[in-house]
């Protein structure tokens, strides 16, 4: 087993829903059950991937297994997580929004990154309920870190700065990094909830008749979506599952550099609503130093 670390940037609001709800939102976003952090299911990023364009047939088959009529023959040699929100954007007074994660979501993170044999440094120290690290100022007004009805004094934290950067330089391109890095914040696994909660995106559609213009009836509902600017992560794992007819076994490194090659080969388009722009984002996988 070989894994790899997963990223994803959303470019624009990403709705993978689970269907209708009976809250107060209709079309919920899909979200770990224990948690409540919201996701991206490593089938729809499958699904995706297994669809891009191509020029290595063999590897590829390898990778995501045989075409429909053959699927009985084997399974693919590579499996996708479900991607998990990492960093959520939060409108911020200073620096227009912030990248928001918790102790707990970098615990999360550092395990998957160790699997992977990634080193993203020292895990930052744990706010309390009533402060927030940064890595800087660009957050900061007079001391305080205000999001929309929420301020914090602002500590700024090094190990908070060089985890940021490490994730920022296998995700952003050099350009981003910085910009990312300045906005990196770590808030109370507390608050942080409270932000799962209030800080998705909420959009209410309505379905016009076609002859009179007008609301149809019933036809008003509400959608949720993670916003633009939300960072994910999971793993890739290959596993080679039989040899090819040729007598030789996929190797693993092999099928993930396939994979890494499909990802960075360009944005995607992940969960629903793609007509209206919804789900664009950015992959990348990032494996071992050296």
């Known amino acids: 087993m070989s894994p790899r ?34 996701l991206i299911p490593g089938s729809s990023i499958k699904g995706v991937l297994r669809a891009m364009r191509h020029t290595d047939k063999t590897n590829h088959l390898a990778v995501f297994g045989p075409e429909t009529e053959n699927a009985s023959d084997n399974a693919g040699s590579v499996q996708i997580s479900d991607a998990n929100l990492i960093f959520l954007p939060v409108r911020s007074l200073r ?14 993170l550092h395990r ?12 930052p120290a744990e706010p309390d309920e009533k402060e927030a690290l940064v890595t800087g100022e660009k957050l900061t007004a007079n001391g305080k870190v205000i999001f929309e009805d929420l301020d914090f004094p602002g ?11 490490a994730v920022a330089e296998r995700l952003f391109d050099e350009a981003d990094r910085g910009f990312f890095v300045d906005r990196a914040c770590l808030v109370h696994d507390d608050v942080m909830a409270l932000l799962l909660q209030t800080s998705t995106e909420i959009t209410t559609r309505i379905k016009l008749d076609a002859d009179t213009k007008t609301v149809s009836d019933r036809q008003l509902w509400s959608e949720e979506a993670l916003p633009i600017e939300s960072v994910l992560a999971g793993l890739v794992v290959a596993t ?19 994979v890494t090659r499909l990802a960075e080969s360009g944005a995607v388009q992940l969960g629903g609503k793609a007509t209206v722009g919804r789900g664009l984002c950015r992959i990348r996988l990032a494996k071992k130093e050296g």
């Open 240 to 258: 080679p599952v039989k040899q090819r007819r040729d007598g030789t076994t996929p190797n693993a490194e092999t099928m993930l550099d396939h």
């Open 155 to 165: 500590r700024k934290d090094e190990p908070l700065q060089a985890l940021a950067r």
């Open 95 to 108: 620096g227009t929004f912030a990248w928001v994660t918790s102790p707990y979501i970098l615990r999360r």
């Open 112 to 123: 998957d990154a160790r699997e992977c044999a990634i080193d993203l440094g020292n895990l």
């Open 5 to 38: 670390l997963l990223l994803v940037h959303a470019l624009s609001p990403v709705h993978c829903g689970t269907g209708q709800a009976v809250g107060g939102i209709d079309l919920p976003i899909a979200r770990e059950k224990p948690t409540n952090i919201p």
